[in-house]
């Protein structure tokens, strides 16, 4: 008869503890649920963060159009410095936009933006352009010239890229 009162005693206590371990689980539970809907509700409604609300401003995204490339033929050719042992460099370029007012201003100052490339074309050394480093210069060069026309004398907008779709140095 003790042995069954001790038994009962332990089958008591183990039924107290598992059920002091469900009730844990159910209050964890209902904390992740109370949590997660304040979470929710607060990320759908914005909860009056102005940081949260100051990031979302910085995220807004330019709606962009097609991309225009404009085709700047002929290609290049000019005289590089004297002191060069290569007597010559010829580019081929195209210039990338996304704005429609911007490829209108390019076809527009083509004539202009040519010669201002014939210049700073010419005023390279084909030692600094046989390094990749020399070429990606030239090219970020190249942009600001266009750059610069289109702001002076075209809408001002953005000219995305130039590439240099031949480049031979002789």
């Known amino acids: 008869m003790a042995e069954e009162a001790q038994q009962a005693e332990v089958d008591e206590a183990a039924a107290a503890g598992g059920s002091k371990k469900k009730l844990i689980f159910i209050a964890l539970g209902a904390l992740l649920l109370v949590g997660g809907s304040i979470g929710g509700t607060l990320l759908i409604v914005g909860g ?13 995204e330019v709606e962009r159009g097609d991309p225009s490339y404009i085709d700047l033929k002929p290609a290049f050719t000019v005289n590089l410095a004297p002191e060069d042992p ?4 010829q580019i081929s370029m195209q210039v990338l936009t996304f704005n429609d007012d911007v490829a209108k201003d390019l076809e527009k100052h ?7 490339l014939l210049v700073l074309f010419g005023e390279q050394k084909s030692a600094e352009l046989r390094a990749p480093e020399g070429k990606e210069k030239l090219q970020k060069s190249a942009l600001e010239t266009v750059q610069t026309v289109i702001n002076e004398q075209g809408s001002g ?3 995305d890229n130039v590439f240099f779709t031949s480049f031979v140095m002789q």
């Open 110 to 116: 083509k004539p202009l933006i040519r010669n201002n």
């Open 48 to 60: 009056g963060d102005d940081s949260a609300e100051a990031a979302a401003e910085e995220v807004v």
């Open 157 to 159: 907008g953005a000219v």
């Open 86 to 89: 290569v007597g010559f460099l």
